[in-house]
């Protein structure tokens, strides 16, 4: 489960790669870890760049933040999933999981050459005064796989952010497939 990444490059630039509007947020860049914030691209008309803190609060019985939403069917999810206005773009300069047995770990980052920021298929949801946001899971590639097992983030192509943004459900949810192994690098 991804619990670390970094967006190395200031708002303006996010706004730029994205076409968004920046606004008045105040990212310069670096890493972001559950319970921190970070800039999320929204909008369904206009994109805009907003920060939001990353995980929802834990739900009943739980104990921590939901960073990651992997069951779609789950009713607690699908609510948020059927909104286009609920839905964001994530963006990533790299992406970090760990191998390895407790006291011997090794971090593992991902990236995508191609894309020096990428964009993983977020949600959004706002709790009271807190506005957070969580990205979609699914399963590993073959080279996330030889790492995390698990699942990896859902990375978007580019030509596909509009359909995250604004399709309905239907559409959107063929989105999310593990991201082609030869697109990526692990460092």
Not at 72 to 99: A, D, K, M, Y
Not at 131 to 160: G, R
Request: glycine content about 6%.
């Amino acid at each position: 489960m991804c619990n670390l990444y970094r967006l190395d490059a200031p708002a303006n630039q996010i706004a730029t790669i994205f076409d968004a509007d920046a606004g008045a947020d105040p990212w310069h860049g670096g890493y972001v870890a559950p319970g921190k914030f970070g800039p999320v691209v929204t909008g369904t008309q206009r994109r805009r760049i907003v920060p939001r803190l990353w995980g929802f609060p834990p739900p009943p019985r739980g104990d921590r933040r939901v960073t990651n939403v992997r069951n779609l069917e789950s009713p607690f999810w699908i609510g948020t999933l059927r909104h286009p206005e609920l839905r964001c773009l994530v963006p990533v300069t790299r992406f970090q999981e760990w191998s390895g047995e407790k006291g011997a770990k090794r971090q593992h980052w991902f990236s995508v050459p191609s894309q020096p920021i990428f964009a993983f298929a977020g949600i959004m949801r706002d709790d009271g005064d807190l506005a957070s946001f969580a990205f979609l899971t699914t399963d590993p590639n073959p080279l996330v796989e030889a790492v995390h097992p698990k699942a990896m983030p859902v990375i978007l192509h580019p030509e596909d952010h509009d359909v995250w943004l604004t399709a309905d459900w239907a559409d959107a949810k063929r989105l999310v497939e593990p991201f082609p192994s030869q697109m990526m690098v692990m460092e």
